[in-house]
C-alpha cells in the first residue's frame, strides 16, 4: 500500500514506471532470462508468446489436457490446434516420453505446464524441440521461485509465462510476466506489448519518435499493480519458504494415510526443486471424491479439485486434438483433492484438515 502511494507521487500510474522496471529487474535476475515483460495476466503473456512465434492457422502445438484453459486457448486464437498428450503419473506433467509421437509437420511448439510448480523434465523436452526444431513455451504460472536442476522454471524454454492471480504463490491480484530467454525475440516481445509501436526505444531516446512497427496490442499493466507486486516480490523468499513449510507439514502428517493406501501424496523427483505452491492428494480409486469433499466442506473445509481435462471440454473437443486416450489424465483428475493452502496456514488447521480427512476415508 505503501508503494501504491509512492507510485501515485511518482506522477506515472500508467505502465513501465519505476516499479514496473525493479520487477522486470527482479525476474531477470532471479531467472537469467534475457527480458521479463510484465503483463496483464499469465494468460496475456501466453498471448504474447504465441504471437511471437507467429502461430498461424493450421499450425499444432503441443500441450497437456490436465492443465488451465489459457494453456490452449493462447494458441487457439492464432488459430492453431492444441494436440493434448498424456501426463505421467508421478509429477501429473505432460508425459515427455509421448511428445515424439504426437509430432506432425505441423507442430511448431511444446508447451510445457509445472504442476504445481514441479518441473517438467525440461532437459529431455528442450532435446525434443532441438531435434525437431520446436520452440518451447513454458507455462510456468504456478513456478515462481521453482527449479529444475537449479535453473529457474520460466527461463530454460525460448519463452515462458508466471502468473502473479490472487492464487498463486505471488501475487498482485490480476497479472503475470513473460520471460523472453532469446535475445533476438527481445525487441519484437517490447513492440509487440506496447501496441506494435516502438515506444519503449523513443523513452529510452534510442529513437526521436515512436511509430507503428508490428502486430501488437496493449498488454503492459499500470504501476499500482506493479507497486503491488514489487512488495509481494521483496518478500518473495520469505512466502515461498513459509509454504514450503505447510507443504511439509501436510506431507508428513498424511504419510500414514499413504501407507494404508487409501490416498497418494505428490511426488517430487530429485531434479525438481518446487516452490510449495499446492498441496494435493489422489484418493483411491475406489473412493468416492465428491462424498469427501462433500465431507470436508460440512466440516468447514473448502477443498476443491481441478482440472475438467481439456481434452474432454467442450472447447477442447471443438478446437483441438487428443493424442491417444489420455488415460492417466482421465484417470488421475478423477481422483485429485487441492488441500486448503494458504500463507498464514497454521498448523493446528493442518492438523484439523488431515483429521477430518482421516475420518472420511476410512468410512
Ligand atoms: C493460473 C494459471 C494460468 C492463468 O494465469 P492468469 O494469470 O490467471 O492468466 C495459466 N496456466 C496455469 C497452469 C495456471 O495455473
Same mark, same amino acid.
Given at each position: 500500500m505503501v508503494y501504491a502511494a509512492e507510485a501515485q507521487r511518482n506522477h506515472h500510474l500508467s505502465g513501465d514506471g519505476a516499479f514496473t522496471k525493479r520487477c522486470h529487474q527482479w525476474i531477470e535476475e532471479r531467472t537469467g532470462c534475457a527480458r521479463a515483460l510484465l503483463t496483464h495476466s499469465c494468460t496475456s503473456a501466453l498471448d504474447m508468446a504465441a504471437l511471437l512465434l507467429d502461430i498461424k492457422s493450421g499450425d499444432e502445438v503441443i500441450v497437456p489436457s490436465y492443465t488451465f484453459v489459457s494453456t490452449a486457448n493462447a494458441f487457439v486464437l492464432r488459430g492453431a490446434v492444441p494436440v493434448f498428450v498424456d501426463i505421467r503419473e508421478d509429477t501429473l506433467n505432460l508425459d515427455e516420453k509421448l511428445i515424439e509421437d504426437a509430432i506432425t509437420t505441423r507442430t511448431r511448439a511444446i508447451v510445457p505446464v509445472h504442476y504445481a510448480g514441479v518441473s517438467c523434465e525440461m532437459d529431455s523436452m528442450m532435446a525434443i524441440a532441438g531435434r525437431h526444431d520446436l520452440k518451447v513455451v513454458e507455462d510456468a504460472a504456478q513456478g515462481i521461485m521453482a527449479g529444475y536442476k537449479n535453473r529457474a522454471l520460466g527461463a530454460i524454454g525460448d519463452l515462458g509465462s508466471f502468473s502473479f492471480h490472487e492464487?498463486?504463490? #505471488? #501475487?498482485?491480484g490480476e497479472g503475470g510476466s513473460l520471460l523472453v530467454r532469446d535475445a533476438e525475440l527481445v525487441q519484437r516481445a517490447e513492440i509487440m506489448r506496447e501496441k506494435g509501436t516502438d515506444r519503449g526505444r523513443f523513452f529510452r531516446g534510442e529513437v526521436d519518435k515512436y511509430t507503428w512497427q508490428d502486430v501488437g496490442s496493449s498488454f503492459l499493466p499500470n504501476e499500482i499493480t506493479a507497486a503491488f507486486l514489487w512488495a509481494q516480490l521483496e518478500e518473495a523468499q520469505q512466502i515461498t519458504s513459509e509454504r514450503m513449510a505447510i507443504w511439509r507439514r501436510y506431507h508428513q502428517m498424511l504419510e500414514p494415510l499413504e501407507r494404508q493406501g487409501l490416498l497418494r501424496r505428490p511426488i517430487v523427483p530429485a531434479d525438481c526443486q518446487h516452490n510449495g505452491h499446492m498441496y494435493y492428494v489422489l484418493l483411491a480409486p475406489e473412493i468416492d471424491r465428491q462424498q469427501v469433499l462433500n465431507g470436508l466442506k460440512q466440516n468447514g473445509i473448502g477443498a476443491v479439485f481441478h482440472y475438467v481435462p481439456l481434452h474432454s471440454s467442450p472447447g477442447g473437443r471443438r478446437y483441438g486434438r487428443a493424442h491417444g486416450e489420455l488415460a492417466l489424465t482421465t484417470s488421475l483428475s478423477q481422483r485429485l483433492v487441492r488441500l486448503p493452502m494458504w500463507f498464514g496456514l497454521s498448523e493446528s488447521q493442518q492438523a484439523r484438515v488431515c483429521e477430518v480427512l482421516t475420518a472420511l476415508l476410512k468410512k
Open positions: 492464487t498463486k504463490n #505471488i #501475487i498482485s
